[in-house]
Antibody, heavy 120, light 110 residues
Framework: QVHLVESGGGLVKPGGSLRLSCAAS????????MHWIRQAPGKGLEWVSY????????YYADSVKGRFTISRDTAQNSLYLQMNRLRAEDTAVYYC?????????????WGQGTMVTVSS | QSALTQPASVSGSPGQSITISCTGT?????????VSWYQQHPDKAPKLLIY???NRPSGVPDRFSGSKSGNTASLTISGLQTEDEADYYC??????????FGGGTKLTVL
């Protein structure tokens, strides 16, 4: 069974940090481009970041550039999102997702999501 | 404001067909055949329904179909069922940014 399981969400004050994790099972995470996508309460989906198969290419949405860092651990078969200088507008459910092909930006496997709340 | 424009809501009765549009530009939908569609039920993760404009992953019923004309992509659901009531999102690869999402369409099955 192919699964992604996120963890690490929670309540954090503005300006604080959180590290999200996404554990993959049933496939080798480094064989795929992997993405983080978020959804603010009652809102639509917003792409956040991706890491390439090789692990040496990263891309970030303008809204998080300079504050968030995507990474992975091949030994742990896990993906991470380090979130610094958090703002209220970062409040959302964060999903990790597998890029089906690596060239068409569609996501065939999603985690269940982890909620991040930024509030004082 | 989303880069791709979807109607906020659509509705239909069981057994009917509905179509959800997704309008972009000549830099995304009009340029690439990399349009995908997702279904999201409340408090659930999105599920891939259509990729590369017209293709269905295994397990997705053939009641769901995708198409594209110019800068507009469409998702058609035929033979509506009550379990199709959900939010639907389109995405497209774009020249200037890795991926753009539509704002989402709430489907109500009356």
């Amino acid at each position: 069974q192919v699964h992604l399981v996120e963890s690490g969400g929670g309540l954090v004050k503005p300006g604080g940090s959180l590290r999200l994790s996404c554990a993959a099972s049933g496939f080798i995470l480094s064989d795929y481009y992997m993405h983080w996508i978020r959804q603010a309460p009652g809102k639509g989906l917003e792409w956040v970041s991706y890491i390439s198969r090789s692990g040496d290419a990263f891309y970030y949405a303008d809204s998080v550039k300079g504050r968030f860092t995507i990474s992975r651990d091949t030994a742990q078969n896990s993906l991470y999102l380090q979130m610094n200088r958090l703002r209220a507008e970062d409040t959302a459910v964060y999903y990790c997702a597998r890029d089906r092909s690596g060239y068409s930006d569609d996501y065939d496997i999603w985690g269940q999501g982890t909620m991040v709340t930024v509030s004082s | 404001q989303s880069a791709l424009t979807q109607p906020a809501s659509v509705s239909g009765s069981p057994g009917q067909s509905i179509t959800i549009s997704c309008t972009g530009t000549s830099s995304d939908i009009g340029l690439y055949n990399y349009v995908s569609w997702y279904q999201q039920h409340p408090d659930k993760a999105p599920k891939l329904l259509i990729y590369e404009v017209t293709n269905r992953p295994s397990g997705v019923p053939d009641r769901f179909s995708g198409s594209k004309s110019g800068n507009t992509a469409s998702l058609t659901i035929s033979g509506l069922q009550t379990e199709d009531e959900a939010d639907y999102y389109c995405t497209s690869y774009a020249r200037t940014t890795p991926v753009e999402f539509g704002g989402g369409t709430k489907l109500t099955v009356l």
